[in-house]
């Protein structure tokens, strides 16, 4: 059986082990989990968030690739009664499936930075049974996940996190915390789901369509990029110029937009 000692970290699944204890208690007091929590960790790894957040948490389950560590992981905590350990693909993962009486799910992760933009657009379909997210992400992607209209870094991402969940940045982390060290900076994030989005999207498929188009061709204007939607004339009707490029429409824009053209050429 592999020990933390001895496990050589994957690379194919993106392990970087926390082992700076600051960064853990930061983390783990920005989740400041109590007894009427859910917690579920992605990725658990050698436990260094997973130690500190079970005794706090009424549930605590873990979903790792790995087997070798799962293999440590259920040894070393497999016989606490409000822990469990799922041996899959986070990616492939039902996260819904483990929501107890109703109360909905508090995920935790420092995740692979190769599955980050996946990991994010799952869990984001999965929302209707998450109260929140805590991650620790490349620090550029949070900064796009947090980007405004205007900004060089607003697109896609932003969008399709922002329709779904207020995202705060908590601070940032630095490779020396790591081991092996990453080659890029991290940062820690908090996604809190919310209840409604902040402009009405009569579908939200649809919406997801027109803002992929939008931002397919990031040099495009939005009358090019999205004729097969909407005309310029009725972008002009939206009150929108058709000659704006698409990261500095507005979420609201979107919304309008895609609201819009569903009604008129819903394929
Ligand atoms: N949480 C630990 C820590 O902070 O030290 C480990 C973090 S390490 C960056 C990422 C962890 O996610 C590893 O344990 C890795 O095996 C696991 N992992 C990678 N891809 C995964 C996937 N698709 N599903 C579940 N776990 C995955």
């Not at 090019?224 to 009707?237: P, R």
Request: net charge positive; aromatic share 6%.
């Amino acid at each position: 059986m592999a020990s933390a000692a001895n496990h050589r970290p994957r690379k194919r699944f993106g392990q970087n082990f926390l082992r700076d204890s600051s960064v853990i208690d930061r983390i783990v007091s920005s989740i400041a989990a109590s007894k009427s929590d859910h917690l579920v960790e992605i990725g658990p790894g050698q436990a260094a968030l997973t130690r500190p957040l079970l005794k706090p948490a009424g549930q605590l389950d873990v979903v790792e690739i790995d087997r070798d560590l799962a293999a440590r992981l259920s040894d070393d905590m497999g016989h606490q009664d409000h822990f469990r350990l799922f041996t899959v693909d986070a990616l492939k993962f039902d996260f819904c499936q483990l929501v107890a009486s109703g109360r909905p799910l508090r995920i935790v992760g420092n995740l692979p930075y190769n599955i980050s933009t996946p990991i994010l657009f799952h869990l984001t379909k999965q929302r209707h049974c998450v109260q929140d997210l805590h991650l620790m992400l490349q620090k550029e992607v949070v900064e796009r996940m947090a980007a405004a209209p205007g900004s060089r870094i607003y697109g896609r991402l932003s969008v399709m996190l922002q329709i779904a969940w207020q995202i705060t940045p908590l601070f940032q982390v630095s490779p020396a915390s790591f081991f092996p060290p990453p080659k890029v900076d991290s940062s820690v994030v908090r996604l809190t789901r919310l209840t409604e989005p902040p402009a009405p999207i009569k579908d939200e498929l649809h919406f997801a369509r027109i803002v992929g188009d939008a931002f397919a061709q990031r040099r495009k204007t939005i009358r090019n990029s999205l004729k097969n939607h909407i005309s310029a004339t009725e972008l002009q009707a939206l009150d929108i110029d058709p000659i704006r490029r698409p990261e500095t429409l507005s979420i609201d824009e979107f919304a309008r937009i895609s609201n819009f053209a569903e009604g008129i050429h819903h394929k």
